[in-house]
């Protein structure tokens, strides 16, 4: 079952094509890994899934088109930078947190027990229960992350999309990161979108690499991306080492 099918999307900014002709399905339960250069688009094509920006083309979410699709409700995103997160709004992490469930509920949007308790197990889940009363903007870029992170999956959404979400953690955070990301993808059936930089860590747990660079590049297994020319253009010589590992 596609869970996202996508045809002749093309994005423009003020005439500028920043993306055009992008045609691809995604099952439900990929995990794909979208990488490119800097402006290559990988944002924008996000940002167009989720109806943030004016596209040309088609998109469907199960079979449906994007309108008739409640994405709030089957969606978890983690945006690209953090500096919408007001650092001095006197919020703790977990209301933070709570905040995520608000997308699914009908009026009047009050919180329930279930919330709370949603909210407990999903930063259970990512070690950031000792964090719950602590106001949000003295934490860590680390910690702030992985609380967004939180706030993404509070709802359970079939679909999870992360725009470059390690940049600002330590090695040892990132990898924490990936292995949560991995254990949702695995175990709970989770499909994940993933734009990323850090290749070595996409490649071993993504089913799919995504290469766009204004348009459609490449889009196959990490295996089959190894193997295509168009690795050797965006890598050149360090292909080997990142290959070779796998
Ligand atoms: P990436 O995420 O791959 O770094 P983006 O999708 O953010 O790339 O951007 C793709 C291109 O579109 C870039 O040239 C960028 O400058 C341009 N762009 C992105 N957002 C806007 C915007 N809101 N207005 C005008 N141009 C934009
Ligand atoms: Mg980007």
Known sequence: MKIIEVKNLSVKYRGIDALSNVTLGIDSGDYIGIVGPNGSGKTTFIRALLGLVP????????????????????????????????????????????????????????????????????????????????????????????????????????????????????????????????????????????????IGSVGNYASKMLYLDRGLIFYGTFEEFCKSPKMTDYFGVGQHLICHRH
Do not use: W
Request: aromatic share 10%; glycine share 8%.
């Open 55 to 198: 596209f040309g083309g088609e998109i469907y979410f199960q079979g449906k088109s994007f309108s008739d699709f409640f994405a709030g409700k089957h969606v978890g995103y983690l945006p690209q930078r953090m500096s919408f997160l007001d650092q001095s709004f006197p919020a703790t992490a977990e209301e933070i947190v709570l905040s995520g469930v608000y997308c699914c509920k009908r009026f009047p949007k009050r919180l329930e027990k279930e919330d709370y308790a949603a909210a407990e197990k999903v930063m259970e889940l990512l070690g950031i229960t000792p964090l719950k009363e602590r106001s949000i903007g003295r934490l860590s870029g680390g910690q702030q992350q992985r609380i967004l992170l939180a706030r993404a999956l509070v709802h359970e959404p079939e679909l999870l999309i992360l725009d470059e979400p390690t940049v600002a953690l330590d090695p040892q955070s990132s990898g924490a990161f990936y292995a949560t990301v991995q254990r949702l993808n695995k175990e709970k059936g989770t499909t994940v979108l993933l734009v990323s930089h850090d």
